[in-house]
């Protein structure tokens, strides 16, 4: 059993197309990362979320730390080619020491 | 800063074969941990050190055995390959920022066991 699920784990859009990816648990987290990785590359941290109701914007990407710190989702406006990847959320539990990551979304982006 | 370093970056062993994954890291990170990815599922941990001297088990342990003697380097051994332990293999150090720890990721060895 995943502790964290994402949704969906393929999503194929065309350019210009707005987009929501979730990652779902029912556990609490203090600290929700989301990652992006190309192939052959190892992932790239694109966000790191704290507080719940949380909200972080990098350029066209937004995301959200769920209230009850259990869910986060990322948010892509007017999507581009370039936004084509693997994306990864990853959770750290209060005194785990360690991150726990979800499966993944593919995104693929048409021209 | 070369950042997080991993060799070799492809391996082929035959079943029964042993062999050190190697990774080092420049940031002063005290901590180190490596992972595998598979098809759907996402990275998981395999071990993890918060410190030289100091390794734990993380969710995938069996089958593998890290060692951590200095704050750079953290070796993964197979001790007898497996076809199971196909997989890319990705070593990862970090250090905490704002209450959150913060992974910077090697670009990963891709092993295949025949």
């Known amino acids: 059993t995943q502790l964290l699920e994402q949704s969906p784990q393929f999503l194929s859009i065309q350019e210009g197309e707005n987009l929501t990816v979730y990652c779902n648990s029912s556990s609490v987290f203090s600290s929700l990362q989301w990652y992006r990785q190309e192939p052959g590359e190892g992932p790239v941290l694109l966000v790191t979320?704290?507080?719940?109701?949380e909200v972080k914007k990098l350029k066209r990407l937004t995301f959200q730390f769920g209230d009850a710190r259990k869910d986060s989702s990322l948010h892509i406006t007017a999507a581009q080619p370039g936004d084509t990847g693997l994306y990864l959320c990853a959770g750290e539990r209060q005194g785990a020491q360690k991150l726990v990551f979800g499966q993944g979304t593919r995104l693929t982006i048409n021209p | 800063n070369a950042g997080v370093t991993q060799t070799p970056k492809f391996q082929v062993l035959k079943t029964g074969q042993s062999m050190t994954l190697q990774c080092a890291q420049d940031?002063?990170?005290?901590?180190m941990s490596w992972y595998r990815q598979d098809p759907g599922m996402g990275l998981r941990l395999i071990h993890y050190s918060v410190g030289a001297g100091i390794t734990d088990q993380g969710e995938v342990p069996n089958g593998y055995n890290v060692s951590r003697s200095t704050t750079e380097d953290f070796p993964l051994r197979l001790l007898s390959a497996a076809p199971s332990q196909t997989s890319v293999y990705f070593c990862a150090s970090s250090y905490r920022s704002g209450g959150a720890r913060e992974q910077y990721f090697g670009p990963g060895t891709r092993l295949t066991v025949t």
């Open positions: 979320v704290v507080t719940g109701g």
């Open positions: 940031m002063n990170h005290e901590y």
